[in-house]
Nanobody
Framework: QVQVVESGGGLEQAGGSLRLSCAASGKIFSINSMGWYRQAPGKQRELVAT???????NYVDSVKGRFTISRDNAKNTVHLEMNSLKPEDTAVYYCNAQIRATVSTYAFDSWGQGTQVTVSS
């Protein structure tokens, strides 16, 4: 039983900033990669940014230089700092965590419920 809960979405003007947070809780032995994905209306879900337990990060090209992903392994949390927001960043943002429940189990994908980010022009 694992929960992944996002917070921090909202409405912001173009050029502004928002910070998303995500916390995983429950039966967790360890978490491999954590990340953020987004889905705009009529589009497929896409990867925004990921971060490994060791801190290696990966970003989709469209957010490089504007978004920063960070992680607190002790608290099982991941954050996404979004700066210089653009209307095309408007989407539902989902947190993903690859969680191992015990030492002998494989990691499985766990998703949050999503948080809406709307950027007005």
């Amino acid at each position: 039983q694992v929960q992944v809960v996002e917070s921090g979405g909202g409405l912001e003007q173009a050029g502004g900033s928002l910070r998303l947070s995500c916390a995983a809780s429950g039966k967790i032995f360890s978490i491999n990669s954590m990340g953020w994905y987004r889905q705009a209306p009529g589009k497929q879900r896409e990867l925004v940014a990921t971060i490994t337990g060791g801190g290696a990060t990966n970003y989709v090209d469209s957010v490089k230089g504007r978004f920063t992903i960070s992680r607190d392994n002790a608290k099982n949390t991941v954050h996404l700092e979004m700066n210089s927001l653009k209307p095309e960043d408007t989407a539902v943002y989902y947190c993903n965590a690859q969680i191992r429940a015990t030492v002998s189990t494989y990691a499985f994908d766990s998703w949050g419920q999503g948080t809406q980010v709307t950027v007005s022009s």
